[in-house]
């Protein structure tokens, strides 16, 4: 019998313990965490408000303990990767044959001025503390988001369910979700919010907190004063690398523990994944910064298939950014890279605009509009980047173009594909975004 | 400038016509249609139902009129393939450089006694005919649908919409839906139907319809006389192939028009796409009868690229399932082959079952099961089937997954796929369907 331990908990290790267990005869896992309920992660924002109970949103160890998975919580404080020990805060050491690194990452906090006053909280993967967190926030009336991306503005649009507060969210890039979406999606992000009564700031840093003992104001770079009774500051996340670094493996802490293809890191015995393990991008190859969920549990399958030697040589060899969002019941899909990261990276492109209506005819009941943009890059047709907007099937319309452009696909592919249109889910056979996108693109190119 | 001359109006003209702007200049574009308003074909049903009034179902030809394209109403009566030159019924001769034939499929009736009864009618894409069917099925009590495919599934639970009635669907095969579904989804849609009081059976044919001038009566194979004030006959459609014929072309009435990968047709100077053109199955390699809209306008945009010489060399060079439907608000998709069929076929293969919820944390609101059955190849893994069951982005999934039929993804590619998850819009990371049948059948094949 094969020991494999998974230090972590999360998305990525029980991504990894399922295909391991589907994939591995004669092998013993073991995972360890250092809290005792994990949320599902991009529920979090939902235990905020939709989720009358926050721990509703527990993602359930038992599957995986009833097919034979042990689950210790406690802290790993150290590995002996000579010995190939786990060692723990309280229990005793474990062996492992193959270790897994899964220990995700942890908010980035800025050294503001103040920021140790109480009532500045971060996002942690914790139901007991998004419990605390979600009681002081029912009892405030200012409360300040610091950050505006997915996890800041369905926050602040959740909390906006729990009665009448102020809700401000502070964003020091241009727009909210910029890093996902062009300027016109996170715009009409941006004005949603704002209909609910969100007030939004953009362009604007923080630069102090202040108060006496609790967090009182907020003051931002231009001069002004917020009132806050209750700040959440999501402004992004680093690997948890320290353990790794500890034990000798490559990386650092902006880029994480370094893996391979197949999350392989410089010590043959330890695998890496999630949020902890470097990227590198789909389209750029340069490393990637971007962590997701999602991306995680790819990376713990990648890892199980591989834990024992490199048995599965895989394309893509990646990531890219395949992100949805709902704001209000409006959904937001994006995939690949955006125009404005296109110019960045000097690729040539051409921005393909358009909109249909999601049923067809148009007169049905529930029919809305569909927008897209689609960046192919200029010389080949080759899907660079897509955004999309409209109603619920978004969700799943961005799986279907990511997938394109994690195959590689280019207009013409896109021109020939066939799909199925339905009058109560799709828009007309003549209409579908992604044929139009890609009609449009061709046209460019002859 | 080139004359471009198109025989047909419905989707693949359509198709065809859009893409032909977009790609090429100096044409001339011409299309001529036998009736003055044309449907959305697969809106059609819920003319019936859902829209009030039928001629919301539309399709406009507005946008092909203001790009310069000519709509002619007349009837072809012949073609002059020598001289190059459209007979028309009223109008003068068209002389074209390339010709199009989207002539389209008819109902098939089968040679009934009774079948000339009055109220026994098909559907076909003509609005007038549909408002006429409309008023009639207003006035009756007993409506009897022959033919439990798509459309006639869809217009008897649209019927239901319109007041009590005695609505009966007659299928001669095992299960409605048979053609593309498996039992378990087929049973699930007849209980649906059943809840709504339609009157479903199953493995009977009808043999007779009885009546004076006017249908009383359809006779059943078991001897059953249903009662019947109004028949519609859903049974399926057959190529128009007589003009193609009669101008030469390659082709016979169950084929239709036969046309290579780029829709051309025996004649360098016509192409033929759509429902009376031949189609070749994506994964048998033998002729295809499947017929949709969808298909239709690929063709469309196929003929188009390729119209004056063969520039646009392509993959998929074949057809397969790729459909949604909704049912009562439940959505069902299915791309390629059923498990029925490939037993037909004697394609080795595994069927994966299994099921999730649509939503993550599952506590969230409007999150409801979605299962899926998957077909892999036994040898290599490759994915051949896919059905789904669920909430209103089942017509998205099913595109996504009839993209990775077409792509030839296997399982390995569909285990190491990203994807996009959300609370609002998907499973959780670890419980997509895709992954998780790709991950069930690659334990099977280790």
Avoid: W
Avoid at 76 to 88: F, Q, R, Y
Avoid at 268 to 297: E, F
Avoid at 422 to 444: D, Q
């Amino acid at each position: 019998m094969k020991s494999v331990v998974v230090v972590g908990g999360g998305v990525a290790a029980k991504g990894f313990l399922s295909a391991g267990l589907a994939l591995h005869k004669d092998t013993k896992f073991t995972f360890i965490r250092n809290c005792e309920k994990s949320p599902v992660p991009c529920g979090i924002p939902y235990a905020f408000g939709t989720l009358e109970n926050p721990y509703d949103n527990i993602s359930s160890d038992q599957g995986l303990i009833n097919k034979g998975v042990d689950l210790i919580i406690d802290e790993v404080v150290d590995v002996d990767v000579e010995g190939k020990l786990v060692k723990l805060a309280k229990g005793n050491d474990i062996a492992y044959d193959k270790l897994v690194m899964a220990t995700g990452a942890m908010p980035f906090v800025p050294p503001f001025p103040g920021k140790d006053l109480k009532n500045i909280e971060v996002i942690v993967k914790d139901l007991d503390v998004v419990k605390s967190q979600k009681d002081k926030i029912m009892a405030a009336k200012n409360i300040v988001v610091v950050g505006g991306g997915f996890i800041g503005v369905e926050i602040a649009d959740e909390i906006t369910k729990l009665g009448e507060k102020n809700i401000t969210i502070v964003e020091l890039a241009r727009n909210v979700l910029s890093a996902a979406f062009d300027v016109k999606y996170c715009e009409e992000t941006e004005e949603i919010l704002r209909k609910k009564g969100i007030n939004v700031l953009t362009e604007v840093g923080v630069t102090e907190f202040k108060g006496n003992d609790k967090v009182e104001k907020v003051v931002l770079a231009d001069g002004t004063e917020l009132d806050a009774d209750f700040v959440l500051l999501s402004i992004g996340v680093k690997p948890n690398v320290d353990l790794g670094l500890k034990m000798g493996l490559n990386g650092d802490g902006r880029s994480g523990i370094i893996v391979d293809a197949y999350q392989q890191t410089s010590n043959p015995d330890v695998l890496a994944m999630g949020d902890c393990a470097s990227k590198v991008d789909l389209i750029t190859g340069k490393p990637s910064g971007i962590k997701l969920a999602s991306i995680a549990a790819r990376e713990g399958r990648v890892a199980a298939a591989n834990i024992f030697s490199k048995t599965m040589v895989t394309d893509p060899k990646g990531v890219t950014s395949l992100f949805s969002t709902s704001i209000d019941g409006v959904y937001f899909g994006a995939t690949g890279m955006t125009h404005e990261q296109l110019v960045r990276e000097n690729i040539e492109h051409e921005v393909v605009e358009l909109s249909t209506i999601d049923r067809h005819p148009e007169a049905l009941p529930d029919a809305s509009e569909m927008i897209g943009s689609f960046m192919f890059a200029k010389e080949n047709g080759k899907l660079l980047g897509c955004q999309i907007r409209g109603a619920s099937q978004v969700a799943e319309a961005i799986n279907f173009l990511g997938y394109a452009l994690q195959q590689d696909a280019t207009a013409q592919d896109l021109f020939v594909l066939n799909y199925a249109s339905h009058p109560m889910g799709t828009a007309s056979p003549n209409k579908y975004l992604v044929h139009m996108a890609a009609t449009e693109m061709l046209k460019r190119m002859r």
